[in-house]
């Protein structure tokens, strides 16, 4: 007898206990068989299904994250890049503590200097330049520490992803063994086809037995016949 593992429902109409190819529903045979065993284990099958539901939601999110932090990964990568042949022998560098010294000491003095307007305008000018020196020389250092926060995300959407592959394995190994319970508890599926091989496998064994040593008699008898 074949089973559909869930019910066939159409709006507008009736409800019918078979679906278009005339596969009596699950539900209905479980019904139908007055069976409690069956009808928790249909319970808890439809548990662990809304269980695994979930997780396939949750990776499905993990994995377009995970898509979108590559996708940034790789574009940072370019950048740091190019910050990086633009200043090959590391002189921009060298000037970040020059240069946050030289802003120190200017915005001090502008802060409690009595200075005239001109004066304070030429201060606030320098500064002006000294933060954009400073904020190109810092460029590549930030675009570092982002790259490696990124690499961080990354990981943990990777072990997330495993993680929740390792819980679908359970979760279907749990689910195969109990749909072969509740076939077995209802009657029907491939259960009894596995049992009657494995029945079938010993007669064979001993029939193929018995056709060897017929088959050395024979040999033996045809041998004395021939002296």
Same mark, same amino acid.
């Given at each position: ?5 869930? %019910?066939? &429902? ?7 206990? &078979?679906?278009? !190819?005339?596969?009596?529903? +699950? $539900? ?13 284990? /249909?319970? %808890?099958? =439809?548990?662990?299904?809304?269980? *695994? ?11 377009? *994250? ?12 370019? +950048?740091?890049? #190019?910050?990086? $042949?633009? =200043? /090959?022998?590391?002189? &921009? ?9 030289? @802003?120190? @000491?200017?915005?001090?003095?502008? !802060?409690? %200097?009595?200075?005239? +307007? ?25 675009? %570092? ?5 990124? &690499? ?5 959407? *990777? $072990?997330?992803? #495993?993680?929740? $592959? ?9 689910? =195969?063994? #109990?749909?072969?319970?509740?076939? /077995? ?15 079938? @496998?010993? *007669? ?10 017929? +088959?050395? =008699?024979?040999?033996?008898?045809? @041998?004395?016949?021939?002296?």
């Amino acid at each position: 007898m074949m089973v559909n593992n869930g %019910e066939h &429902k159409q709006a507008g109409k009736p409800r019918s206990d &078979k679906d278009d !190819s005339g596969v009596q529903s +699950l $539900n209905t045979l479980i019904k139908e068989s007055n069976n409690p065993q069956a009808a928790q284990l /249909k319970k %808890e099958i =439809d548990d662990l299904r809304k269980e *695994r539901s979930k997780l396939i939601t949750r990776i499905k999110e993990s994995r377009r *994250r995970l898509g979108y932090k590559e996708a940034e990964s790789t574009a940072i990568e370019r +950048l740091l890049t #190019m910050r990086k $042949n633009e =200043d /090959k022998d590391g002189a &921009k560098r060298r000037r970040i503590g020059y240069l946050k010294r030289m @802003k120190a @000491k200017l915005e001090f003095r502008i !802060s409690t %200097e009595a200075s005239s +307007l001109t004066q304070e305008k030429d201060i606030i000018r320098k500064i002006n330049e000294i933060n954009g020196e400073l904020g190109e020389a810092l460029a590549a250092a930030r675009l %570092e520490r982002k790259t490696e926060f990124i &690499k961080k995300d990354i990981e943990d959407y *990777r $072990n997330n992803i #495993m993680e929740i $592959n390792t819980k679908l394995q359970e979760l279907d190994t749990r689910l =195969d063994a #109990m749909y072969v319970g509740l076939r /077995k508890a209802l009657g029907i599926g491939s259960w009894q086809n596995k049992q009657q091989q494995q029945q079938q @496998k010993p *007669r064979k064994s001993q029939q193929s037995r018995v056709q060897e040593i017929n +088959l050395e =008699d024979i040999a033996v008898i045809k @041998k004395k016949d021939a002296k």
